[in-house]
Nanobody, 119 residues
Framework: QVQLVESGGALVQPGGSLRLSCAAP????????MRWFRQAPGKEREFVAR???????NYRDSVKGRFTISRDNVKNTVYLQMNSLKPEDTAVYYC?????????????WGQGTQVTVSS
């Protein structure tokens, strides 16, 4: 059973920075794309960033230039560095990954971590 474990959410002032982490403990599988999504109260979950196993990245327009996704393939961990945070970035952030367990490719979600941007 693959589990994604997120950490790093917090309360931060506008203009501040946070780094989220998402780890997939274990070595019995391989990971393809890893993504971050977020969901604000009363809104639908939305895509934030993605990094493929080859290192390609893409972002939603509103976070380009402020957020950076990266991954450590040895640790099976993906990070989201968030700079110049705005109140509209407030949301629960979810990690998502496409993971091979043996020959079976499936999609997994983390439990979410709360990011609150407020003065």
């Amino acid at each position: 059973q693959v589990q994604l474990v997120e950490s790093g959410g917090a309360l931060v002032q506008p203009g501040g920075s946070l780094r989220l982490s998402c780890a997939a403990p274990g070595s019995f599988f391989s990971i393809n794309s890893m993504r971050w999504f977020r969901q604000a109260p009363g809104k639908e979950r939305e895509f934030v960033a993605r990094q493929t196993s080859g290192g390609s990245t893409n972002y939603r327009d509103s976070v380009k230039g402020r957020f950076t996704i990266s991954r450590d393939n040895v640790k099976n961990t993906v990070y989201l560095q968030m700079n110049s945070l705005k109140p509209e970035d407030t949301a629960v952030y979810y990690c998502n990954a496409d993971i091979f367990v043996g020959r079976v490719l499936d999609n997994y979600w983390g439990q979410g971590t709360q990011v609150t941007v407020s003065s």
